[in-house]
């Protein structure tokens, strides 16, 4: 980017152009900054171009309709036209005794969920660095990274087959030692542990890429190193592969964290039944129930703000938080 | 990781559990598919 050294150089902040040095050509400052590198990756920046487009349309444009939330919503006079109630919908949303289950059981699902099923995919990726084997580490990652393909519409069939109390291989098993059948998937004393433990089963794998793809970045020396000093494999895995996935992990508990109050609508919808609302209904099911089943727009959309203001101050206070710590986070 | 090739007797134990636990792990993935596919090839009372 050119300027005119005798009319813009005095009033030129360097702050604008982070990237780089500004130069001075012939009277002329040349700005090597961000949009000179913009310029540079220009393929790259078109590449990014259909993420933007994605995001801008299914994501920010939308942002328009959260003010149904403050509104007395009417199809016929639209979203801006129908009147303002401020925050009405809110004050009839908390005074709602079904409201404040709903949030206590998506919080606990997700607690449960961020303590058993984060640490798993970093434990299953530490345990498969240190198979020797190359095929058989192989075939394992391939497997584990199987149920993710599968939408839950079909695990939850899957599932109400294997859990059956009549045909289900977990009740043959309890039948076999003479002990009485369960109904999981209709139990309320069951049915969370069941969705934590599901939730695990398809995503471990997964959710393993990302740590042994920073493994797989460690340099070799460390390692070497270690030998030399004498450490012993779990010394080496303490003082070398933990430390570095550090990074890592920080990033994905920042994303966990902000995550607890977005619980995983699929899962929830295809699994639960009227015999365990009581502690299975969640925030997004609930809105599906409440909006789309009983047209209540307004509430609906009252419930999806107040989530996600909580979801974005979780992930601020995450973020400092883990910076404050190790000095790694997202912003 | 590097292979270290003088294994003490901790490590072949550990290779070892950590070989079984993986195809225990491997068993508890697939088994459901495994499941659905045979009641699926069978006369399924459910």
């Given at each position: 980017?050119?300027?005119?050294?005798?009319?813009?150089?005095?009033?030129?902040?360097?702050?604008?152009?982070?990237?780089?040095?500004?130069?001075?050509?012939?009277?002329i400052?040349?700005?090597?900054?961000?949009?000179?590198?913009?310029?540079?990756?220009?393929?790259?920046?078109?590449?990014?171009?259909?993420?933007?487009?994605?995001?801008?349309?299914?994501?920010?444009?939308?942002?328009?309709?959260?003010?149904?939330?403050?509104k007395?919503?009417?199809?016929?006079?639209?979203?801006?036209?129908?009147?303002?109630?401020g925050?009405?919908?809110?004050?009839?949303?908390?005074?709602?005794?079904?409201?404040?289950?709903?949030?206590?059981?998506?919080?606990?699902?997700?607690?449960?969920?961020l303590?058993?099923?984060?640490?798993?995919?970093?434990?299953?990726?530490?345990?498969?660095?240190?198979?020797?084997?190359?095929?058989?580490?192989?075939?394992?990652?391939?497997?584990?990274?199987?149920?993710?393909?599968?939408?839950?519409?079909?695990?939850g069939?899957?599932?109400l087959?294997?859990?059956?109390p009549?045909?289900?291989?977990?009740?043959?098993?309890?039948?076999?030692?003479?002990l009485?059948?369960?109904?999981?998937?209709?139990?309320?004393?069951?049915?969370?542990?069941?969705?934590?433990?599901?939730?695990?089963?398809?995503?471990?794998?997964?959710?393993?890429v990302?740590?042994?793809?920073?493994?797989?970045?460690?340099?070799?020396?460390?390692?070497?190193?270690c030998?030399?000093?004498?450490?012993?494999?779990?010394?080496?895995?303490?003082?070398?592969?933990?430390?570095?996935?550090?990074?890592?992990?920080?990033?994905?508990?920042?994303?966990?964290?902000?995550?607890?109050?977005?619980?995983?609508?699929?899962?929830?919808?295809?699994?639960?039944?009227?015999?365990?609302?009581?502690?299975?209904?969640?925030?997004?099911?609930?809105?599906?129930?409440?909006?789309?089943?009983?047209?209540?727009?307004?509430?609906?959309?009252?419930?999806?703000?107040?989530?996600?203001?909580?979801?974005?101050t979780?992930?601020?206070?995450?973020?400092?938080?883990?910076?404050?710590?190790?000095?790694?986070?997202?912003? | 990781?590097?292979?270290?090739?003088?294994?003490?007797?901790s490590?072949?134990?550990?290779?070892?559990?950590?070989?079984?636990?993986?195809?225990?792990?491997?068993?508890?993935?697939?088994?459901?598919?495994?499941?659905?596919?045979?009641?699926?090839?069978?006369?399924?009372?459910?």
């Amino acid at each position: 980017m050119i300027f005119n050294i005798s009319t813009k150089k005095d009033s030129l902040d360097q702050k604008l152009f982070k990237g780089g040095p500004l130069k001075v050509e012939n009277n002329i400052v040349i700005a090597k900054g961000r949009l000179h590198s913009y310029v540079k990756y220009k393929y790259l920046m078109l590449m990014l171009l259909p993420a933007l487009v994605y995001y801008i349309v299914f994501h920010y444009v939308p942002i328009y309709g959260l003010l149904i939330a403050f509104k007395d919503f009417k199809f016929i006079e639209g979203i801006w036209a129908s009147p303002w109630v401020g925050f009405e919908h809110f004050k009839d949303l908390f005074a709602l005794g079904s409201f404040w289950e709903v949030l206590r059981n998506t919080i606990i699902i997700s607690i449960y969920k961020l303590i058993w099923g984060f640490p798993a995919p970093i434990i299953l990726s530490l345990l498969l660095n240190e198979i020797y084997n190359v095929h058989f580490k192989k075939v394992i990652q391939t497997i584990s990274y199987l149920p993710h393909f599968l939408s839950w519409v079909i695990l939850g069939g899957i599932f109400l087959q294997v859990l059956s109390p009549s045909t289900g291989p977990i009740n043959m098993i309890l039948r076999y030692f003479k002990l009485e059948p369960v109904f999981f998937m209709a139990n309320p004393r069951w049915f969370r542990s069941i969705l934590v433990t599901t939730g695990i089963w398809k995503s471990v794998g997964w959710g393993s890429v990302i740590y042994i793809a920073s493994l797989a970045a460690i340099n070799p020396e460390l390692y070497e190193a270690c030998t030399i000093d004498g450490a012993n494999r779990f010394q080496k895995a303490l003082h070398v592969s933990i430390p570095s996935l550090i990074p890592v992990i920080s990033i994905m508990l920042i994303f966990a964290v902000g995550g607890v109050i977005n619980d995983d609508f699929d899962q929830v919808f295809n699994m639960y039944n009227e015999a365990v609302y009581k502690v299975a209904d969640v925030l997004s099911t609930y809105i599906y129930r409440v909006g789309l089943e009983s047209m209540q727009f307004e509430r609906a959309t009252a419930v999806g703000l107040f989530k996600n203001v909580i979801a974005f101050t979780l992930i601020s206070v995450a973020n400092s938080i883990t910076k404050k710590i190790n000095e790694y986070g997202i912003w | 990781m590097t292979k270290n090739k003088n294994k003490s007797i901790s490590g072949l134990v550990f290779d070892t559990c950590n070989m079984i636990f993986m195809v225990l792990f491997s068993f508890s993935i697939l088994y459901p598919f495994l499941y659905i596919l045979s009641v699926s090839f069978t006369d399924n009372p459910a």
